[in-house]
């Protein structure tokens, strides 16, 4: 079936370098993409969203980038905080979709101080 | 803070019981989601309400009983639960079809 998935569950990351996060998807009529971050205890957090017209989107700190010839997506934090330790999930929807939004299996970003 | 208002964080119950979890949203949004949590899983679907009508039930348990009073409230009554139905229940809302969603805490349910 379609699916979204990630190839690395933890990721270490000294403060103030910049990480990367990969997400591929296997469903060729998605066309919208999310990333979210999830901190201990609580509930997933908005963090940048990009549809499929779009290649690069920026945001504070973060730019989401999509290859949707190797349906592939990544999320880059510059400079990472402490306060970016958490796990991060990719997720994926289409129109025909609706309202399902198929999460990925989520990768844990450590920040070392 | 969310946006999204769930009750209540924890609950304990055991299998015989009947619980309710409670979500509450006032953005506006007419769509509203329930996701379940394993740890260290991600988020899975399992019900969608849109414009306070069922849209998507994801083979979900009828043990798992969804209501949806109003555009801003969302229920989730729980009945003869399993021990393995214990994990985190993530209420949700958006404003479109595929649109961004905001999730609240979670409610963390363990069966004994």
């Known amino acids: 079936g379609e699916s979204v998935g990630l190839h690395l569950p933890t990721l270490s990351v000294q403060e103030g370098d910049n990480s990367i996060i990969n997400c591929a998807y296997s469903?060729?009529?998605?066309?919208?993409f999310i990333w979210y971050k999830q901190e201990s205890g609580k509930g997933p957090q908005f963090i940048i969203d990009?549809?499929?017209?779009?290649d690069k989107r920026q945001g504070q700190r973060v730019t989401v980038l999509l290859n949707k010839t190797v349906k592939h997506l990544s999320l880059q934090i510059a400079a990472t905080q402490p306060g970016d330790s958490a796990v991060y999930f990719c997720?994926?929807?289409?129109?025909?979709?609706?309202?399902?939004?198929?999460f990925g299996g989520g990768t844990r970003v450590l920040v070392k101080p | 803070d969310t946006e999204v208002t769930q009750t209540p964080k924890h609950l304990v119950m055991g299998m015989t019981n009947k619980k309710s979890l409670k979500c509450e949203q006032h953005?506006?949004?007419?769509?509203m989601y329930w996701y379940k949590q394993k740890a260290k899983k991600p988020p899975e679907l399992m019900f969608v309400?849109?414009?306070?009508?069922?849209?998507i039930n994801e083979s979900v348990p009828s043990r798992f009983s969804p209501e949806c009073p109003n555009s801003s409230l969302l229920n989730l009554h729980l009945h003869a639960l399993q021990p393995e139905d214990s994990a985190l229940y993530l209420c949700?809302?958006?404003?479109?079809?595929?649109?961004?969603?905001?999730f609240g805490e979670g409610s963390r349910l363990t069966v004994l």
């Open positions: 949700a809302s958006s404003q479109e079809r595929t649109g961004e969603l905001f």
């Open positions: 469903n060729s009529a998605s066309d919208y």
């Open positions: 990009i549809r499929s017209n779009m």
């Open positions: 997720a994926e929807t289409s129109k025909a979709a609706g309202n399902k939004l198929t």
């Open positions: 953005m506006g949004h007419r769509a």
């Open positions: 309400y849109s414009y306070e009508k069922l849209s």
